[in-house]
């Protein structure tokens, strides 16, 4: 990694690092399943077919030499399944390996990782603060002819009752009861928060 590159931008590729020798792994693990499924098909063939040809030599249809290549090819395909197991029981730890190589190197960047993670928290939560503003100034905005709507309706139930047309005025506050589509929640904000694009 270049030293000229900030300690996010080490991190980050690291992180695509990660990402990498997981999938390296999850396809030679693939393959490695692949590879046992076929070899345990073919000796299951094999054993077969040797069997057979077995019977044929016993009845001296077939030579000896061409009954030992028959077995000996069918051994080292058992030899060779033999492998690829162990191969797709190797895998998990071979990655872990590569996976801890890749965190030791995280450790060394972290104190400066920290350091800039900190400074950014801070100019962003300041950032946060203004957008929240801003949003407040806008549901101002956009509110101010409802607000005017809800006004009428409340001093026309109180003249109302002053006029003796009803007893009782339940329309006594202006409520922000036409609000909740603009109410951000926790919940909302966690979603945004987790993803790259909203749209």
């Given at each position: 990694?270049?030293?000229?590159?900030?300690?996010?931008?080490?991190?980050?590729?690291?992180?695509?690092?990660?990402?990498?020798?997981?999938?390296?792994?999850?396809?030679?693990?693939?393959?490695?399943?692949?590879?046992?499924?076929?070899?345990?098909?073919?000796?299951?063939?094999?054993?077969?077919?040797?069997?057979?040809?077995?019977?044929?030599?016993?009845?001296?249809?077939?030579?000896?030499?061409?009954?030992?290549?028959?077995?000996?090819?069918?051994?080292?395909?058992?030899?060779?399944?033999?492998?690829?197991?162990?191969?797709?029981?190797?895998?998990?730890?071979?990655?872990?390996?590569?996976?801890?190589?890749?965190?030791?190197?995280?450790?060394?960047?972290?104190?400066?990782?920290?350091?800039?993670?900190?400074?950014?928290?801070?100019?962003?939560?300041?950032?946060?603060?203004?957008?929240?503003?801003?949003?407040?100034?806008?549901?101002?905005?956009?509110?101010?002819?409802?607000?005017?709507?809800?006004?009428?309706?409340?001093?026309?139930?109180?003249?109302?009752?002053?006029?003796?047309?009803?007893?009782y005025s339940y329309a006594t506050n202006v409520q922000p009861s036409n609000f909740n589509s603009a109410i951000v929640t926790e919940a909302d904000i966690a979603k945004v928060y987790t993803r790259k694009n909203i749209m």
């Amino acid at each position: 990694m270049a030293k000229n590159k900030s300690a996010n931008e080490q991190m980050e590729e690291l992180f695509q690092e990660t990402e990498e020798i997981r999938a390296s792994y999850k396809k030679a693990l693939e393959q490695a399943e692949q590879e046992v499924v076929t070899l345990t098909r073919e000796i299951t063939e094999g054993d077969s077919h040797l069997h057979e040809l077995y019977k044929s030599y016993v009845l001296n249809l077939v030579s000896l030499e061409a009954y030992q290549s028959e077995k000996k090819m069918l051994d080292d395909k058992k030899v060779t399944l033999h492998i690829a197991m162990k191969k797709v029981g190797d895998i998990e730890e071979l990655m872990k390996e590569e996976l801890y190589k890749v965190y030791w190197k995280s450790k060394d960047i972290q104190k400066d990782f920290n350091k800039e993670r900190n400074a950014l928290l801070v100019t962003k939560v300041q950032e946060l603060k203004d957008k929240k503003k801003e949003y407040l100034k806008a549901i101002h905005e956009a509110s101010k002819p409802m607000l005017t709507v809800d006004y009428h309706e409340v001093w026309i139930s109180k003249l109302e009752v002053e006029l003796g047309k009803k007893d009782y005025s339940y329309a006594t506050n202006v409520q922000p009861s036409n609000f909740n589509s603009a109410i951000v929640t926790e919940a909302d904000i966690a979603k945004v928060y987790t993803r790259k694009n909203i749209m």
